[in-house]
């Protein structure tokens, strides 16, 4: 008997499986990869979807008072809670073979087990690296900012490309979430300069954001946006409640030196705040180099060591060691300090195929081929905001 789309479900999703994508991620994407992943808190409502929802303590009780003798006590206080309620956001991976390629099952199955292999190899990377540009990001998905005057043709400058690549379909978009131009294709990166098909963009220097096509305020939150002093992350604002709050310090934009004292300053800024210290400092390999520069100007101890989580990276030491983490995905500049206990991955399932209506492949109309899809419904959440920390315009090294 011929193969049928059930066999090629079942051969394609064992593949898949055996991958282990949640595994790489875990082993690959740096900034994500000591942080909790839990289903709990993960609801289900009939209008809006999947969604997640936990407590945050904001005030403390202000019942508190010394009086003499026979005076009236304190009023009664009580802690101040908000809860958080946030939306999951919804991932998606497709993949496509030819009819041609999925007949193989009929005569050659290894011929077709390595067509499959290979495609999902190719998402297995791509999911990868997209989690590990997200883990920095600020939820709106943004790859890049652009700047500079535009001037030439089907070709706009960003401020850094780290995470464009060639062959991305690319909205451009300002921070109000207007469409400058959508669904071009990114044909070429020379520097800052990225060349896109299609007609020409009239853009806002310095504002607009490019992003993956559809994804712009689709995306999970980043570092970039819980790791802040001011603006609302979740449904709760630092401008009313001010614990709620991380510690920055930045430079005006003017990129500096490295130091210890910086850091140190850092770290006590967290632990007055909230108690607790970074439990790892990530950075750029720039920055990473700077640090080691620091050090050897300082005679001291540099060779990389083993921490726990699998972590390796330089030591830090300031009352305890902190490892200096370094990440080819971070941005330049900056060297971030989480307490990665305060930080949890949120998510209804981890990657999987798609397979709602029984199998896991469909046929695509009007064309001789066949579409699986992987999806992931997930967001980044914290309960407390206060125990991390953000240092920026550092000069790389």
């Not at 595994?23 to 993960?42: H, P």
């Not at 883990?135 to 535009?150: E, I, K, N, R």
């Not at 109000?176 to 071009?184: E, F, L």
């Not at 005006?252 to 030196?257: D, P």
Request: charged share 25%; glycine share 10%.
């Amino acid at each position: 008997m011929g193969a049928t789309l059930t066999t090629a479900a079942a051969v394609a999703k064992e593949i898949f499986e055996d991958y282990g994508v949640v595994k790489q991620l875990s082993d690959e994407a740096i900034a994500l990869k000591r942080i909790e992943s839990t289903g709990d808190g993960v609801e289900t409502t009939k209008v809006g979807g999947k969604y997640v929802k936990f407590p945050v303590r904001v005030r403390r009780n202000p019942g508190i008072g010394y009086r003499n003798e026979l005076e009236t006590l304190p009023v009664a206080g009580n802690q101040g809670y908000a809860e958080v309620r946030t939306g999951l956001k919804y991932g998606y991976g497709r993949l496509q073979v030819t009819g041609p390629s999925m007949r193989l099952l009929d005569t050659d199955v290894q011929s077709f087990v390595d067509i499959v292999d290979d495609e999902m190899e190719g998402l297995k990377d791509d999911l990868v690296k997209d989690s590990a540009r997200i883990a920095y990001g600020d939820a709106t998905g943004a790859m890049a900012v652009l700047s500079g005057t535009h001037t030439t043709s089907g070709v706009f400058q960003v401020a850094d490309p780290q995470y464009l690549a060639v062959g991305d379909v690319i909205d451009v978009v300002s921070t109000g979430g207007t469409v400058r131009g959508a669904s071009r294709t990114i044909t070429a990166i020379s520097g800052t300069s990225v060349t896109y098909s299609g007609s020409d963009i009239t853009t806002d220097a310095n504002t607009d954001l490019v992003v993956r096509t559809g994804s712009f305020s689709r995306e999970p939150n980043g570092l970039s946006s819980i790791i802040k002093a001011t603006g609302a992350l979740y449904n709760i604002d630092p401008a009313t409640e001010p614990v709620w709050a991380s510690t920055v310090d930045s430079n005006g934009g003017t990129n500096r030196a490295l130091s210890e004292g910086l850091m140190i300053a850092m770290v006590d800024a967290i632990r007055r705040k909230s108690g607790k210290r970074p439990t790892v400092i990530l950075t750029s390999l720039g920055v990473r180099r700077a640090y080691f520069n620091l050090l050897q100007q300082q005679r001291r101890y540099t060779d990389t060591k083993k921490f726990d989580g699998g972590f390796e990276g330089l030591a830090f030491h300031v009352g305890q060691e902190i490892p200096v983490v370094d990440d080819p995905d971070a941005p330049a500049n900056k060297m971030w300090m989480p307490n990665e206990a305060r930080i949890k991955v949120y998510r209804d399932s981890d990657w999987k195929f798609d397979d709602t209506d029984g199998a896991t492949w469909a046929r695509v109309p009007d064309v001789d081929a066949y579409e699986a899809r992987v999806y992931k419904y997930w967001e980044v959440g914290i309960q407390q905001r206060n125990c991390h920390g953000l240092i920026t315009d550092i000069t790389e090294g």
